[in-house]
């Protein structure tokens, strides 16, 4: 079984200031993928980052990054130079890549992230 | 090209009424998925389907509910004699069937039972 826990259920953040939003994960796959996507007001689900429990480098997209911390169990989301569409809800997700279920993802509870102008 | 699209994506249906909600995905896609979304919570995982094959449906929260994919595209989750507790957005997701196994997500559809 796995669990993502997010423990921040708000936060806020100034315009252009950088931000850290926090995910721990529980599995006993040797081998995962963890996603952070974010949901709008709309409802849609869009795809932000991308971390393989076997890269070694933690993962950069733009103005997105993940802190991988594998011993520790976090993928904490860094948002850096906040804009004011960042305002949304974020969601911490993973997946098995091997064995039975290796498709499902496992989402944590959110964390809405409020940018301030 | 095309996102996920789903349809209506609001529907209000007075309990016991059934319900169907449509998903068309990306074009290619062989995996599609549908996800339960109550107010305040992360996606819950619903079902799988490979092409038209429906390989796990565990996650259907009781024998009202039904999804399909006849022709290994467009999916259909129709849920019988709607409860409230019913109530939440649906979401549609495909995905290629290669890591790192990223779904694309569609707008979802509310479902409100009154």
């Known amino acids: 079984a796995q669990k993502i826990t997010q423990t921040q259920p708000g936060m806020f953040v100034q315009e252009k200031e950088a931000v850290t939003l926090d995910c721990t994960y529980d599995?006993?796959?040797?081998?995962?993928?963890l996603f952070w996507y974010k949901q709008p007001s709309s409802g849609e689900m869009i795809f932000l980052i991308y971390q393989g429990s076997y890269d070694q480098q933690n993962a950069t997209e733009g103005r997105y990054s993940l802190n991988f911390q594998k011993a520790r169990k976090s993928a904490n989301l860094v948002i850096s130079a906040s804009q004011l569409g960042d305002s949304a809800m974020y969601f911490c997700?993973?997946?098995?890549?091997?064995?039975?279920?290796?498709?499902?993802?496992?989402f944590g509870k959110g964390t809405k992230l409020s940018v301030i102008p | 090209g095309a996102g996920v699209s789903q349809s209506p994506r609001y529907k209000v249906a007075k309990r016991g009424q059934d319900v169907a909600l449509r998903c068309d995905p990306i074009?290619?896609?062989?995996?599609l998925f549908w996800y339960q979304q109550a107010l305040g919570q992360g996606p819950e995982f619903l079902t799988y389907?490979?092409?038209?094959?429906?390989?796990?449906k565990s996650g259907l929260p009781s024998d009202r509910f039904f999804a399909e994919r006849p022709e290994g595209s467009v999916s259909t989750l129709k849920i019988q004699r709607t409860q409230q507790e019913d109530s939440a957005v649906y979401l549609c997701?495909?995905?290629?069937?290669?890591?790192?196994?990223?779904?694309?997500f569609g707008p979802g559809t509310r479902l409100t039972v009154t």
């Open positions: 074009s290619g896609h062989v995996s």
């Open positions: 997700a993973m997946i098995p890549l091997s064995g039975a279920g290796s498709y499902q993802l496992t």
């Open positions: 389907f490979q092409n038209e094959a429906q390989l796990d």
């Open positions: 997701a495909s995905s290629l069937d290669r890591p790192p196994y990223e779904q694309y």
């Open positions: 599995t006993s796959d040797p081998s995962y993928g």
